[in-house]
Nanobody
Framework: QVSLAESGGGSVQAGGSLRLSCTAS????????MGWFRQAPGKEREAVAT?????TASVVNSVKGRFTISRDSGATYLQMNDLLLEDTAKYFC????????????????WGQGTQVTVSS
């Protein structure tokens, strides 16, 4: 399994932008589905966006039109624009190797997370 490390979190005012990065070590992510998840205090972790090994991306409705997931050979990114107060959470990167990365379920490798705080 690959090891994942997130970066790029921070504090931003509402309406601002951040770009999260997830770098992998210990292997290539080319045959992994990569996902971004978030967890706010007192709430359950939720999926934000996924991108499979062929580059097919999906984002949850609450961030559609504001967040974009992308990937290259060594990292996965989450571009977050027009941030809202409710986007405040710890964001996690995860990887799934199921079906050569074509099935974005069963994420088995997780990063430690990066905090995103949006203020008014």
């Amino acid at each position: 399994q690959v090891s994942l490390a997130e970066s790029g979190g921070g504090s931003v005012q509402a309406g601002g932008s951040l770009r999260l990065s997830c770098t992998a070590s210990g292997g290539t992510i080319s045959r992994y589905c990569m996902g971004w998840f978030r967890q706010a205090p007192g709430k359950e972790r939720e999926a934000v966006a996924t991108i499979d090994s062929e580059g097919t991306a999906s984002v949850v409705n609450s961030v559609k039109g504001r967040f974009t997931i992308s990937r290259d050979s060594g990292a996965t990114y989450l571009q977050m624009n027009d941030l809202l107060l409710e986007d405040t959470a710890k964001y996690f990167c995860a990887a799934s190797s199921r079906f050569g990365g074509l099935r974005c379920t069963g994420f088995s490798s997780w990063g430690q997370g990066t905090q995103v705080t949006v203020s008014s």
